[in-house]
């Protein structure tokens, strides 16, 4: 009887293992599979790319022939991995450059150094992001998911258009994510100073990123240049590091296993980006938002022309876009 009990017991633990595994390799959407899509002799930017989403996507680009750029904070990790992506992929063309989008100034040295290196860019991946994090701010005194999600990327991508035109046709992809549909653009206190919530800052920042991708779409309308925004799923990387859900010695034993089928990996993560990088038929697609490797709607507060263009000119403001100069106010 006891006997039969370890069976039975040990039956059901299999099955759920074996449910479990299916479910997990269902949650991680689409793919995106042509082969035939290179990137040979491109040159890419990614931000934020010695790990995660972005280590992966810089991953898939090298595999495909691109000259990638990963502009990153940390240099120790950007040049480990850099090495690793390297090795795996036979392609020397991977360089590591640093770029910490939490400083406008970082941002500008980076582009400076990049454009005497290079005079052409194909590519531009905006896909470092940091997540419900305690309230601290950039160098510039912005809230920082704002900062480094939307700010310095608005800068990046700003200080980089020249090339991208003359690269024409050329391609923008900005990470956004799905938490732009509980996001909103707060008018009266958009830097987070009277109250401050994280997961509230991060959705803001998220919108941001669309509204950012729609209004710069209308901008490039005619140059050649595209930019689409992407949702790359849920998935488990460091960007998760300060919800404790997730990493608390609680949730390692007794939730995280149940969340586990429902995470994507950082390879899965990454296809929606690369399909917007380099599928054949999104070359003259501009200004949407895809998750899967297809197109989906946005939120209604996405389709918002109005707070978009006031966005696009806080930015412009507070990075110093037009003036050369930053300020927050």
């Not at 900005?174 to 996001?183: D, F, K, N, P």
């Not at 034993?253 to 390879?267: A, D, H, M, T």
């Not at 109005?306 to 037009?322: D, F, N, P, Q, Y």
Request: charged share 20%; net charge positive.
């Amino acid at each position: 009887m006891f006997k039969n009990k370890i069976v039975l017991a040990t039956s059901i633990v299999g099955t759920a293992i074996g449910c479990g595994a299916l479910l997990k390799d269902y949650m991680q959407g689409g793919r995106f599979e042509k082969k035939n899509a290179r990137a040979d002799g491109k040159v890419v930017i990614v931000t934020g790319s010695n790990t995660g989403i972005g280590k992966e996507t810089v991953l898939g680009l090298a595999n495909r022939g691109a000259h990638v750029y990963m502009a990153c904070r940390d240099m120790k990790k950007c040049e480990e991995a850099r090495k690793e992506i390297v090795l795996e992929t036979n392609n020397p063309n991977v360089f590591c450059r640093e770029c910490d989008l939490a400083s406008l100034q970082s941002v500008r040295k980076f582009v400076k150094q990049f454009k005497t290196e290079q005079p052409r860019l194909d590519i531009l991946v905006n896909n470092a992001g940091v997540m419900r994090c305690p309230r601290s701010l950039t160098i510039e005194g912005i809230e920082l998911q704002l900062g480094v999600n939307h700010m310095g990327h608005f800068l990046l991508t700003n200080l980089l258009l020249d090339q991208l035109k003359s690269s024409a046709p050329s391609r923008i992809v900005v990470l956004s994510s799905i938490a732009h549909t509980r996001g909103k653009i707060n008018l009266e206190d958009l830097n987070s100073t009277k109250s401050y919530d994280p997961a509230g800052a991060y959705e803001q920042s998220k919108l941001a990123n669309v509204l950012f991708t729609r209004e710069l779409s209308k901008r490039l309308e005619g140059t050649g240049v595209t930019v689409n925004a992407v949702h790359p799923g849920v998935v488990d990387t460091e960007l998760m590091r300060h919800m404790g859900l997730f990493n608390s010695w609680f949730s390692s034993f007794l939730i995280k296993p149940f969340v586990w089928p429902f995470l994507k990996s950082p390879l899965s993560g990454a296809q929606t980006t690369l399909y917007a990088a380099l599928d054949p038929d999104l070359e003259k697609v501009t200004g949407q938002y895809f998750s899967d490797c297809k197109p989906k709607d946005v939120a209604d507060q996405a389709k918002n022309d109005r707070v978009a263009r006031w966005l696009w000119a806080v930015s412009e403001k507070w990075t110093g876009t037009l003036t050369g100069t930053a300020a927050v106010s």
